[in-house]
């Protein structure tokens, strides 16, 4: 849908200058979210607060910066200037942990777009050299950088694969989904990955991690979010074989991992980023607005229950109990999928060219996953745990931020197309320095919208270094048609 003429259906998040404002708008609309009017300095702010790993890896405060989808690496998976530039920002942003930079495939095949980075022998030197660059850029910054931790996230796009064009899709998928299957123009019986190729797959992940260890990464993430195959495997509740049906066999994928991580990379730390709920894929509606592509009972949300639009967190705490099983302690948690239902995954005011526009005020989300993550929180308190969600609060994210850390609803707060915009927020808040507003993401959704559309992703409206670039004007052409 076109989002150049899109007039918002829901009060900017800007025009709430006032605590009062906020809090009224909050009782209008039935939402509950906790902030704090004040925000503490120094040693009594909790974004301060510092944690240690059982592993023994520092992470120096309650930031974290979060893995986006990069669309700027070479055609064989290596960085570019403009990856640097972007891992650059990430080092010099404040935060302490660094959550993978990015998605890294481990396999060609299995890369969401043909300049997706990919961690393979030839690429080594590469990966050593953004490792040593953010560790130097941080050390420049802030004096030392002994208390940042920095991972990488490992990845197969699944169903989402465009290795080798931007506009081509090349799923592979682990069963039959009767409403995506239909959404991305797959046949009934398009083939299914077998137990064969899913165990060179395995194979695959522990070589990558192997890499990253030797590239100097402290920790891998084994992701398992956003419709992408890992995140499948949680909802294969009809597929046959040793992958399929119990929740014993859907999470064997994430156990033979890290087996084989464990005893081929000793030492390395992993984390999981889960989306610890899902709803119905979404659709346009005939006013514009986001409606479920199926009737309920609908019953491949995981994490979710059969009405397809709320939440079920019974399986996800039986998914979290084999990752305490298999001694993880960093988890990230985020929701849904920006590929079928974007507005419960990342709220947002300004819906991206394909998408539709939001079907509730998107603080709804952000409520909804610091809600969901304090109950995993709660009953899961010896996970390190990240909250996401937060970019769409603007200039109230340190106020809510503060709260969620402060109530113990998570350890540390996840920050994602904020950074695109503004690199340096957490050391604003952390310095007690005023949010820089002319830096704040307004969530208008170009990060997405550009690479949805073959292009690369960067935030074309307040990023001067990319507001400049050729295709801004393509970009803004294909927003207003």
């Known amino acids: ?13 800007a025009q709430l200058k006032t605590a009062e404002n906020l809090r009224d708008h909050l009782a209008k609309e039935g939402i509950i979210l906790d902030f704090d009017e004040e925000l503490k300095t120094g040693k009594n702010s909790p974004f301060t607060k510092a944690h240690t790993t059982r592993a023994g890896n520092k992470i120096g405060n309650a930031f974290c910066i979060l893995p986006m989808e990069g669309w700027d690496g070479t055609t064989d998976g290596k960085p570019t200037e403009l990856t640097r530039r972007r891992w650059k920002n990430f080092a010099i942003s404040g935060a302490k942990l660094l959550w993978g930079c990015e998605a890294v495939a481990v396999q060609p095949d299995g890369r969401a777009n043909p300049n997706q980075l990919m961690i393979n022998d030839k690429n080594l030197r590469d990966f050593e050299a953004l490792y040593q660059m953010v560790e130097r850029e941080h050390q420049n910054a802030f004096g030392n950088s002994e208390d940042l931790l ?27 989904h009767p409403v995506l299957n239909k959404k991305f123009g797959l046949v009934e019986d398009y083939p299914l990955m077998t137990d064969g190729e899913i165990s060179e797959l395995i194979d695959s992940y522990v070589a990558a991690a192997v890499r990253a260890q030797k590239t100097g990464y402290k920790f891998v993430d084994i992701k398992h979010c956003h419709g992408y195959l890992g995140h499948e495997f949680l909802s294969a509740y009809e597929r046959e074989g040793r992958y399929g049906k119990s929740i014993e066999n859907r999470t064997r994928f994430i156990r033979e991992i890290v087996s084989g ?14 989306s610890i709920f899902d709803w119905v894929p979404f659709k346009q509606g005939e006013d514009g607005k986001g409606i479920p592509a199926a009737e309920s009972p609908y019953s491949f949300a995981f994490g979710g229950n059969e009405s397809g639009i709320g939440e079920n967190l019974n399986e996800s705490f039986e998914f979290l109990k084999e990752l305490e099983k298999l001694d993880i302690e960093l988890l990230c948690t985020t929701a849904g999928s920006p590929y079928y239902n974007p507005h419960i995954q990342r709220p947002a005011l300004f819906p991206p060219s394909d998408g539709y526009m939001p079907p509730e005020d998107p603080l709804h989300g952000v409520a909804r996953q610091i809600e969901a993550v304090a109950k995993v929180k709660k009953a899961f308190p010896n996970f390190y745990t990240v909250g996401s969600a937060y970019s769409y609060l603007q200039e109230w994210l340190p106020s809510v931020a503060q709260n969620v850390l402060e109530s113990g609803k998570a350890d540390s707060i996840g920050l994602g197309r904020m950074v695109l915009s503004y690199p340096e927020l957490p050391a604003d808040v952390l310095a007690g320095e005023p949010m820089k507003r002319g830096k704040i993401c307004r969530t208008f959704s170009d990060c997405t919208t550009a690479p949805r559309n073959g292009m690369i992703s960067g935030c074309f409206p307040l990023d001067p270094f990319y507001k400049k670039m050729e295709i801004h004007e393509t970009l803004k052409t294909i927003k207003a048609s």
């Open 150 to 176: 920095t991972g990488l996230q490992l990845t197969h796009s699944g169903r989402f694969c465009k290795p080798e064009s931007k506009t081509k899709m090349a799923p592979k998928i682990l069963y039959s």
């Open 1 to 13: 849908m076109s989002t150049g003429k899109y007039k918002p259906q829901y009060p900017r998040i």
């Open 261 to 274: 991580i464990r005893t081929e990379a000793p030492g390395l730390e992993i984390g999981v980023r889960m």
